[in-house]
């Protein structure tokens, strides 16, 4: 986890992994309610962050690369 200051109104708290990375094609549907890979998910996990954080203000970015892992960024405002 990094954070870091982007200007004077927000900051970046990024999290990165180094896995398998997410396809594009799977990556242009995150967030979206009741998309899961997993067997017992239900989707609503990642919708919901992302609510929460747009509530605030903020936004969230997520890029990744397959075999080189993934890195979601959420940039809030901190005035």
Same mark, same amino acid.
């Given at each position: %986890?990094?954070?870091?200051?982007? #200007?004077? #109104?927000?900051?970046? /708290?990024?999290?990165? #992994?180094?896995?398998c990375?997410?396809?594009?094609?799977? !990556?242009?549907?995150?967030?979206?309610?009741?998309?899961? !890979?997993?067997?017992?998910? =239900?989707?609503?996990?990642? %919708?919901?962050?992302?609510?929460?954080?747009?509530?605030?203000?903020g936004? %969230?970015? /997520?890029?990744?690369?397959?075999?080189?892992?993934? =890195?979601?960024?959420? /940039?809030?405002?901190?005035?």
């Open positions: %986890m990094t954070m870091t200051r982007v #200007d004077n #109104d927000s900051i970046n /708290i990024s999290f990165m #992994d180094q896995g990375g997410i396809s594009n094609e799977r !990556l242009s549907h995150i967030g979206e309610p009741y998309y899961s !890979l997993k067997e017992k998910g =239900t989707g609503m996990g990642l %919708m919901v962050c992302h609510k929460i954080i747009q509530v605030h203000g936004r %969230m970015e /997520i890029k990744s690369m397959i075999n080189q892992g993934t =890195t979601v960024s959420v /940039i809030l405002p901190i005035s």
